[in-house]
Nanobody, 117 residues
Framework: QVQLVESGGGLVQPGGSLRLSCIAS????????MGWYRQAPGKQRELVAD???????NYADSVKGRFTVSRDNAKKMVYLQMNSLKPEDTAVYYC???????????WGQGTQVTVSS
């Protein structure tokens, strides 16, 4: 069973930064695509960024140039560095793993990010 645990959320002022972390309990971590999604109140969950096993990255237009996704395969961790945060970035952020071999998708429990003065 795959488990994903996020950390690093919190309250930050507009223009500030946060780094989210996610650790995965899965073998062959390096093979799988890791992603970050978010869900704001009353809205659908949306992709923020993801990173493949070859470290190809993909970002939502709304975060390009501000957020950076990265991974450390040895530690089985994925990170989301968030800079120049805006109030509209406020949401619960979820770590996501998509297995290469089965296409099964797994989710973490989520971490709250609130951007407010």
């Amino acid at each position: 069973q795959v488990q994903l645990v996020e950390s690093g959320g919190g309250l930050v002022q507009p223009g500030g930064s946060l780094r989210l972390s996610c650790i995965a309990s899965v073998s062959t971590f390096a093979l799988h695509t890791m992603g970050w999604y978010r869900q704001a109140p009353g809205k659908q969950r949306e992709l923020v960024a993801d990173i493949t096993m070859s470290r190809t990255t993909n970002y939502a237009d709304s975060v390009k140039g501000r957020f950076t996704v990265s991974r450390d395969n040895a530690k089985k961790m994925v990170y989301l560095q968030m800079n120049s945060l805006k109030p509209e970035d406020t949401a619960v952020y979820y770590c996501n793993l998509k297995r290469l071999d089965t296409n099964a998708v797994y989710w973490g429990q989520g971490t709250q990010v609130t951007v407010s003065s």
